[in-house]
């Protein structure tokens, strides 16, 4: 989501400190020994695909050999109920059919947007909400086939995750009451299914998951615990842990029904994550400034999750519990949850400063370790420098892609399994944010969107050919639609 105030402004008025992008640790996962590099005070040396070519069309620009398509267009392509595709695409899922997939993309609409979420019947929480979700059905080549609304009726949907029973969670970012035109409570998580239309009638808020300015969720495959970051300030937010009740067996319809059932607002543990470098409390995750950083988490039950009448994170003490300004995207992978921290600041009450982190949340060991840290941009608007991570996922291909939310030129930003930072895409049509970053299955396709005015693409290249060194890699260069 962007920022509600200009990190160019921050800068200005005496954010201390130059690029620094350092990492350490690994994702075992897909990288296998740890990171042997920090990279200090710009980009160290050639890494990923190479440099970003300029895009003739003004659009996307990407390295050597690589290509895109435009899967959607907001105001352009058609919806099957006959509107255009909505504003402001966010955080997506992709799903695998035999003969290609289904996007499920969120739709982060407030109230101005140009084009909303259609309210149809029967898919509608709140007629007085314009946000929601489409689902964007494409081929083996990654082709748009149609789309369709699959939400309708909420507000601010910005990120959300995938379960591993192949559905979506979206979640609504906002704590907003009903009032106005909105006739019900806004802030909670819903599920979408990508596949079957009659699933994601009479949408149900899963208000088990607690109501506030929601980001992103993560799944454990096994246990089925639900992990959920907060993007809010003033105080900052917050890390989630929803444990579910004993006896619950996940899988379609599952949280549905939960929700539905006796005390199925309560249902489960929600608890928030309150992290320790031995005795010592950790009160801010600003705090940690060098990767490898490790903390010890506990987890502290929410009094009140569906905030009757005090903001979930303001129900807590500083002492109680771990805050960070800006907690946005995150991801499964290596069995723990990678999730970003996208900028901090002295003013918002951050210890130090910093232009983004990703941590690694193992459940086993119960520690969250910090892998990457970004030092405040000095000049955002430099090609080669990198601020304000947001969506994340985990590459096939070694190490992670972040989608830039940040000030000046925007990119799809890759960290390779060695720590080495790379541009993976440049946004050559304006300063708009990338969101909705998510490989398919078979690693074929990157997609990723640029929020405003609204396109998701499907990136395709020579994935294979990924190195850490800048070899030449071939192609022909051609990254036009």
């Not at 050597?64 to 099957?80: D, M």
């Not at 992290?275 to 409390?281: I, L, N, T, Y």
């Not at 940040?406 to 720590?419: A, I, M």
């Amino acid at each position: 989501m962007a920022s509600s105030f200009s990190r160019r402004d921050l800068l200005r008025t005496g954010a201390a400190g130059g690029l620094g992008i350092a990492i350490a640790g690994s994702v075992e996962a897909i990288s296998g020994p740890a990171y042997a590099e920090a990279v200090q005070n710009g980009v160290a040396r050639a890494a990923g695909y190479g440099p970003v070519v300029a895009d003739p069309k003004n659009v996307l620009a990407l390295p050597k050999g690589f290509k895109y398509q435009i899967v959607a267009q907001a105001g352009v392509t058609k919806l099957e109920s006959g509107e255009p595709t909505p504003s402001d695409a966010d955080g997506t899922g992709f799903f695998h059919t035999g003969n290609g997939g289904v996007l499920v993309n969120n739709h982060e609409i407030g109230g101005n947007e140009p084009y909303g979420v259609p309210a149809l019947e029967g898919l509608t929480y709140d007629e007085g909400g314009r946000g929601g979700t489409t689902n964007i059905v494409v081929d083996r080549n990654g082709k748009r086939v149609r789309e369709y609304v699959s939400l309708a009726g909420t507000v601010q949907n910005c990120a959300g995750g995938v379960t591993p029973w192949n559905t979506w969670l979206t979640c609504e970012e906002t704590e907003v009451r009903a009032g106005g035109p909105l006739k019900k409570d806004h802030g909670y998580v819903f599920e979408v299914d990508p596949f079957d239309k009659d699933a994601n009638e009479q949408p149900v808020p899963l208000k088990f998951l607690g109501r506030y300015a929601h980001e992103a969720v993560a799944v454990h495959p096994r246990n089925s615990e639900i992990y959920l970051t907060e993007d809010a300030g003033a105080p900052n937010g917050l890390y989630f842990r929803w444990t579910p009740p004993r006896g619950f067996r996940p899988g379609k319809g599952a949280l549905r029904k939960l929700a539905l059932g006796k005390d199925g607002d309560t249902a489960g543990t929600l608890e928030a994550m309150s992290c320790f470098k031995g005795a010592k409390h950790i009160g801010d995750l600003s705090e940690a400034t060098q990767p490898g950083t490790k903390y010890k988490v506990k987890w502290v039950e929410v009094p009140d999750r569906d905030a009757k009448t005090v903001s979930v994170r303001k129900q807590f003490g500083d002492d109680k519990v771990t805050r960070s300004r800006k907690l946005e995207g995150q991801w499964w992978g290596d069995g723990g949850v990678y999730f970003v921290a996208s900028f901090a600041r002295h003013d918002d009450g951050s210890r130090n400063e910093h232009d983004g982190q990703v941590w690694f949340y193992d459940p086993e060991s119960e520690t969250v370790t910090l892998k990457t840290i970004f030092g405040v941009n000095p000049d955002p608007e430099q090609d080669t420098d990198y601020d304000g991570p947001d969506n994340i996922t985990v590459s096939p291909y070694g190490g992670l892609i972040l989608a830039e939310d940040g000030e000046g030129v925007q990119h799809l930003v890759g960290v390779t399994e060695k720590g080495s930072p790379y541009p993976m895409a440049r946004n050559d049509l304006n300063d708009s944010e990338f969101a909705g970053v998510v490989f398919s299955n078979d690693g074929k396709f990157l997609f990723a969107s640029i929020q405003t005015p609204g396109y998701t693409f499907a990136i395709t290249g020579p994935w294979s050919k990924h190195d850490d060194h800048g070899d030449d890699h071939g192609g022909d260069g051609d990254n036009r639609n």
